[in-house]
């Protein structure tokens, strides 16, 4: 009998997309389900070469129409693949799901929903980029008239994580293409499907040949590794681990390529004892197992103010073990799978590592049982700790899954002290019902975005990055925008 939650007939082959084609190359790593371990597609390996056509079709295409286009041009463009994805909704919606081994009712509210949303608001936002002009009077007398102007930075290879695969390709792609740039894209070798759905959907839309190129393939040599070192790459926007970022660091060095980098994360949530008890449990649920705990943003430690301690983590606890985990379309479902075998080992040997480290698992710490084909699936139980000390591994290292550690505290001062005794900085989540209180905290969190009283809401207007290991640079709105382009200040004598 047919396993659920295959790819259709359709995609089990997923071929790269170079200058226009689909092409195969014959060299094929197979896309496993993380529901059941089933085969789901032959995926199309890159090899520098493949990456070497689909860089110069992209520096071709910077001349050709796509290059003598307007911005209205290429935003309506963008809002025709966006048309193309709304009319293969749920196509995408099932692609993701295969993949990823997701909620359906997450791939269809965050993941594809996204993906329509980014490629529409920038397409409209690069329309009101505007650039700097300053009148300037010398001691001479002479006048000086400054402005700028924005350009492409040329061909941007965007190399994407596996854990919001649509939403990841078109945050980059968006904003990239709006300024004029074309691109060369590698989804994780996770997540191949849906990103060769939105190559299509590039296709169909009429994008000229060479301005959206799909390679596959993994890092280290391959396909990731061929387009940060090649010389016809202007760009790189990655995200993904922090360590893979340092490696793509060194790989773009000799080039002095430009780099945006959205990296790991060990964030916090801090709970004062004025919040609002039910909504911080409900919030801290939400930002430690969304997606598996698989959210670069996700809460993997937790800090609650004394007097609420013990009554948090027993509400915590009754609330996670409530929990659903299991196929995407189950009734009130929750939970899926985490994103494969090998990332569910990594997460099973931190569960260990926590007991060595002292830890008290107050929730799950393994593997759920299904009695069906999901036994053989890469499921986790999410996972609450209490006991850890500030240095233990699994304080300071990025799970990646749905675990979080609970400790006591008694000051802000002293909280906000051990918020920031992290190597990361991406973000953190305030719950208190004290305004001053709010902003005070906030603002000494050593991190790139805050939440208060909530977690994950976005304004794709507003800045997104992190600090220290979590990245370098911020996009969204105006920030991506001025990453995608090169000023030019023209300074003329009046
Ligand atoms: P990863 O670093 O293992 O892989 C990301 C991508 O990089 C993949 O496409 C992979 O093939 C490629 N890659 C790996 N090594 C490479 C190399 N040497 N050269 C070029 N490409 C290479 O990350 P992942 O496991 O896919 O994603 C999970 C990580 O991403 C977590 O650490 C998470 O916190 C982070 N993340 C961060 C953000 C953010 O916005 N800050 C968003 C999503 C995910
Ligand atoms: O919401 C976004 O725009 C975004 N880039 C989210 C990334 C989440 C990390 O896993």
Known sequence: MAKPFQLPPSLSELRNYVDGEFVSTGRCFPDISPLHGGLLAQVHEADAALVDRAVLAARRALDGPWGRAGVDERARWLHRVADVIERCFDEFVAAEVADTGRPLAQARTLDVYRGVANLRTFADLGKVAHGDCYETRLASGQELMNYTVRKPLGVVASICPWNLPLLSMTWKAGPALICGNTMVVKPSEETPASATLLAAAFHEAGVPPGVFNLVHGFGPGSAGEAMTRHPGVDAVTFTGESRTGAAIMKAVADGVKEISFELGGKNAAVVFADADFDAAVEGVVRSSFSNSGQVCLCSERVYVERPIFDRFVAALKARTEALKIGWPDDEGVFMGSLISHEHRDK???????AVQEGATVVSGGGVPTFGDERDAGAFVQPTIWTGLADDARCIREEVFGPVCHIAPFDTED????????????????????????AHRVSRRFQVGIVWVNTWFSRDLRTPFGGSKLSGIGREGGRYSLDFYSETTNICLAL
């Open 347 to 353: 997460v099973l040997s931190y569960y260990a590592l």
């Open 414 to 437: 002293e909280v906000i002290r051990r918020v920031n005794d992290s190597a990361y900085g991406l973000a953190g989540c305030v719950w208190t019902s004290n305004l001053s209180r």
